[in-house]
Nanobody
Framework: QVQLVESGGGLVQAGESLRLSCVASRRIGYAVGWFRQAPGKEREFVAD????????YYADSVKGRFTISRDNAKNTVYLQMNSLKPEDTAVYYCAARYSSGIYGRGNDYDYWGQGTQVTVSS
């Protein structure tokens, strides 16, 4: 059974950092993305990285502050989040997609984790 398990969320103050991890039961598909959903808001794309070669992508709201990376030996994708802001507060999900085409659209991702809560206080 395919599984994606997120961890690393928590409560931090504005300006601090967190590193989220997404462990896959096996290497799934072409790429892994991070999404987030804040209360009362729609899910939004955060970042995406292929398992092998290719480009990484970021939402404009996190560029320069967040970094997505991977450890293929561990089937793990990370999201390093620096200079956190209260508006980054959300449940963060990782998701895997088979498609090598368009990134960032939730419907194009085939497997999802259960999410990890990130709360940033001001």
């Amino acid at each position: 059974q395919v599984q994606l398990v997120e961890s690393g969320g928590g409560l931090v103050q504005a300006g601090e950092s967190l590193r989220l991890s997404c462990v896959a039961s096996r290497r799934i598909g072409y790429a892994v993305g991070w999404f987030r959903q804040a209360p009362g808001k729609e899910r939004e794309f955060v970042a995406d990285i292929p398992w092998t070669f290719g480009s990484t992508y970021y939402a404009d709201s996190v560029k320069g502050r967040f970094t997505i990376s991977r450890d293929n030996a561990k089937n793990t994708v990370y999201l390093q989040m620096n200079s956190l802001k209260p508006e980054d507060t959300a449940v963060y999900y990782c998701a895997a997609r088979y498609s090598s085409g368009i990134y960032g659209r939730g419907n194009d991702y085939d497997y999802w984790g259960q999410g990890t809560q990130v709360t940033v206080s001001s």
